[in-house]
């Protein structure tokens, strides 16, 4: 059972910012991981950050869950089949992060060849080598929402001086509870996979971050830790449990990596530069079943939660899946839906149309009630510094607002919006209802262009 008012007893957290939002996990928490598997699966071929796939599949053809059907050639991540059956149309379709994208449809059908994914005996002891070209061939990113290609992050330069792998259990998102789910699910394959990564970059040490309202995924995974005593295998990991504060955004990279270490990433840095990887439970988990299992990223657990919908979830769902079974696999609308987000309230996408798919990134899809969101039209700035107080990098997204208001976006730089990584924090905290984060990114995106203006006539 989730504590959800889990006293503080000086357990770390970062020291800058944050705030504390209603957690609304208590929807979903209980709900353990079901299949679901829908009748077809339309699958963007963008499902890493960076370039798109390219699709290797043909109306007509007929394909075996787990096989190749878009490759990864110029860019982006190799993509399977998340179903068998039999490819409907490989067209343009919507993607709920880029609005339209091309995509690969399948019409699931039964086939007798399809592959178990059954453990590979010797995989433990394969060459790095081999473990990293398992996890590239099975598509694997991160799976925390970020999908940035996991191989790509794990090869890391070789100046580089890390000594320190972080498993990321933070689950700081309001209603998410698909990491909790997979932690107390599967606690031994999560630390495999922990150790795992720690095999492939090297390093001795492996701390998981895990905030206190989730004591019991904490207590799963120490059990587990315990009884896989990887701390004598072939390559002896330290691992530990770390339990922190519950403050958001405790699960970005920059300041997990301070409260767990101390350790400060620096502005526009990376936490390699202070001797840390850092990656999500549910991507320790897919590159344990990619080396292990020779599995594709083929499925993923969403967590389908919001006062809207009737039966929260956490739905084990084949990638490609579109929302509305998935609605329909929870009991329809309760309540009139005002909004839905693919993700965390704080980080996550509004979504135009219900015609969309579940992506690798897709950790949740929330159906929101009035009662939930604040569709109030924004107001002037007061001058309460509130967003100055939450904001975990001490920017200023209030005078970015008031500059973008009045069209001079290009002379924000010095309050961050460049370094801004948004958290949605301070968004969160206006009292005159600012879209803050908004602004930061219209300022961001003048920079952008104005780069690339500047290349253009270089
Ligand atoms: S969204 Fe950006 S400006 Fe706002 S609190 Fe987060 S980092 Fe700071
Ligand atoms: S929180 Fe809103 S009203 Fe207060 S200073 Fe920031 S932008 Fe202005």
Known sequence: MLRLFASHH????????????????????????????????TVPVSQSLGAPSVPVVKKGDRVVRGQLIASDEAGGVP?????????????????PVLVLDMAITIEAREQEDEPTFQEQPGWETLPREELLERIRVAGVVGLGGATFPTYRKLMLPDDAEVDTLIINGSECEPYL??????????????VLGAWLIAKIIGVPRCLIGIE??????????????????????????????VVTQTKYPQGSEKQLIQALTGRLVPQRGLPMQVGIVVQNVATAFACLEAVRNRKPVIERVVTVSGRGIHEPKNLRVPVGTMIQPIIEACGGFDDEVVKVLAGGPMMGRALADLNAPVTKGTSGLLFLTRAETNLDRYQPCIGCGECLDVCPLGLEPNKVSQYVEVGRALETEEFGPLEC????????????NRPLVQFMQVAKAAYRHEAAKQRTHA
């Open 212 to 241: 206190d309202n989730k004591a019991d995924a904490g207590a799963a995974m120490t059990a587990a830790i315990e009884r896989l005593a990887l701390d004598r295998s072939d390559h002896p990991v330290a691992m530990e449990v």
């Open 177 to 190: 509870t698909c990491d909790y789910r997979l932690m107390l699910e599967q606690a031994e394959a999560v």
């Open 79 to 95: 993509v399977h089949a998340p179903v068998s059956g039999i490819v409907k149309s490989v067209d343009r379709g919507i993607h």
């Open 10 to 41: 000086g357990e770390p957290t970062f020291a800058r910012g944050g705030i504390h939002p209603d957690e609304h996990k208590e929807l979903s928490a209980d709900h353990a991981i079901e299949p679901f598997v829908p009748r077809s699966v």
């Open 421 to 432: 990584f948004e958290c949605g924090c301070c968004s969160y905290s206006c009292p005159s």
